[in-house]
């Protein structure tokens, strides 16, 4: 059962468990992850008791932190905080967010005083189309583009503010995903997941060294892809690319590899590229280990 | 006294007064605030009891959540909350955040089932070295440049890690403000401030199109500017136009006016444009009205 339900809100919706910093809690209203998004977060997807790519999550973690410089104490915990959130379940979807706690003095400044705050969310997992990873589903290109930071690239941080807008733009009943461009007319990724594409024989996906989240998902595909020999080339891709590929797909951790059926207006559909590597990670996703 | 303090945090840095949807209490993990900075925020300077420009903040703030589609139910009530707050003192300093609420499902997309927060902090107004005003402060250029998004840009919104990337890049002691361009090359603003120079006797800004926050206090500038003749252009301005500005100010809702005397190495300090817009501006710094 849900700590926070509230009348409004569907049951399935809501977190079965909640942590903050180890404990049942809220947030303070003076955190810097509500004032500026100081901080980054996980989507983490579990099956059989186990949390999958759990130290590729906690590696990525740790990166943006570091690259923040929002000290972790001690990522140990966290890993244990996770593994003993899901032992024993089927399966359940955990949302992991670390800020850079409260602040300690007004402004964007930080005083380096702060304390970190860890939130730990615990949902079910969402009731899923089956069709969406064997028939692949429907994809929308986003009017919006993303701003381009190299320094924010590649960090899953806090400030999702573009992905919420892109996202409004289409139901979810019409596009399961929406397609995003950069501001300098390059492919970045999806709103919630990367994206990869076959153009030629090629397997192309963003590079990511001015913008989007460098998915967990996106570097078990790359790396698993190169394990059975194909090399994933990441790169600079345009609107032309896109049009033109044969293949196009979408990963996540939760997702796995969603083939895209229809992209604007183009039937695609799953192609050969595509299925040999969903039979290639199939058996990580179901029976996961710890990365 | 403060209703957060913590031994670490010193007690002038923590908020007086903490409201959240008009009562004390603290956040739900589930705000939408922190997961995505999905809200925007206001920072109200208080003086003699009444809060400074309120109307303007207030509709900044209505357009913001309009442009973001966050339905705020009642203005009128955040209007007197404010009010109420601020009565009485001498001096004080409100930050107002408004997000989208809990999260009444998982991911980007909002259900429309949401009920917006409404966070109110008040602090002490802080300890102030009055040379800022009328020496002016040293400011840097900073490294970092900001991605550029129209469909963010002019809103004060809650993604706000560029600015606090930004700022850490020199100390407080050694640069009052950071000076920020976009992507494109383009002048966008301070990290907490807007930026105005005068070249060859024109008084130029940044328009905000593509990046940045519509200042109150920028704003109200360009209003007094206006009453006494002096048109303030937006526009296009690049790193050669700051280099070869007499004068250059920086305006927010706080510090009223502040002459730039150092950017980078260059010795330029209070000019007559910036001083008679000090003028101009002053009374209503010192003696607030409604708006």
Known sequence: MSTHGEPHRSAGADPELVLINGQAGSMSPLDRGLHFGDGVFETIACRDGRARFL????????????????????????????TRAVSGLESALIKLIVTRGPAAQRGYAWSGRETATRVLLRYRWPQEDTSAWTRGVRVRVAAMRLGENPALAGMKHLN??????????VPVT?????????????????????????????????????????????????????????????GDLYERDLQSASEVFLTNARIGIWPVAMLDARALGP?????????????LLESPADA
């Not at 990166?63 to 244990?80: V, Y």
Request: charged fraction near 25%; hydrophobic fraction near 45%.
């Open 160 to 169: 999702r503010l573009e992905q919420v807008l892109a996202r409004a733009e």
């Open 174 to 234: 019409e596009a399961a995903e929406l397609l995003l461009f950069g501001t300098s007319g390059r492919l970045v990724s999806g709103a919630m997941s990367n994206v990869f594409m076959v153009r030629e024989g090629r397997l192309l996906t963003p590079r990511l060294d001015s913008c989007g989240v460098a998915g967990v998902m996106r570097r078990v595909v790359i790396r698993e892809a190169a394990r059975a020999g194909v090399v994933a080339e990441e």
């Open 271 to 283: 192609g050969p590229v595509t299925q040999q590597l969903q039979t290639l990670i199939s058996p």
């Open 55 to 82: 130290a590729l999550h906690l590696e990525r973690l740790a990166s943006g932190c570091e690259r923040l410089k929002i000290p972790i104490r001690d990522l140990g915990a966290i890993r244990e905080e996770v």
